[in-house]
């Protein structure tokens, strides 16, 4: 399984950004897909998360700015982020899982200028 992640870039706050992951490769079905992200020098952390039935999760720090979506027939998660702050500069990570396994998008950096 492979997961390509777009749509990083630069912006300034109060911006918006729209970032997908699509998965390839042996894929039966995939349970949840979410998007983490990890600021320099701080942990990894769950942004967001939603099960194929289309249940979401959402970090406090992002509720009622970011949206996040999937696509069953493409295998592609979405998340919609708006209302950008500098506290949201980090590489954002895609993650599926699949059975029993976990896979991660290579990350791609976003940027948010004050």
């Known amino acids: 399984v492979q997961l390509q992640a777009s749509g990083g870039g630069l912006v300034q706050a109060g911006g918006s950004l729209r970032l997908s992951c699509a998965a390839s490769?042996?894929?039966?079905?995939?349970?949840?897909m979410g998007w983490y992200r990890q600021a320099p020098g701080k942990q990894r952390e769950l942004v967001a998360a939603?099960?194929?039935?289309?249940?979401?999760n959402y970090a406090d720090s992002v509720k009622g700015r970011f949206t996040i979506s999937r696509d069953n027939v493409k295998n592609t998660v979405y998340l919609q982020m708006n209302s950008l702050k500098s506290e949201d500069t980090a590489v954002y990570y895609c993650?599926?899982?699949?059975?029993?396994?976990?896979?991660w998008g290579q990350g791609t950096q976003v940027t948010v200028s004050s």
């Open positions: 490769g042996s894929i039966r079905s995939i349970n949840a």
């Open positions: 939603i099960t194929r039935g289309g249940s979401t």
């Open positions: 993650n599926l899982n699949i059975g029993s396994s976990d896979y």
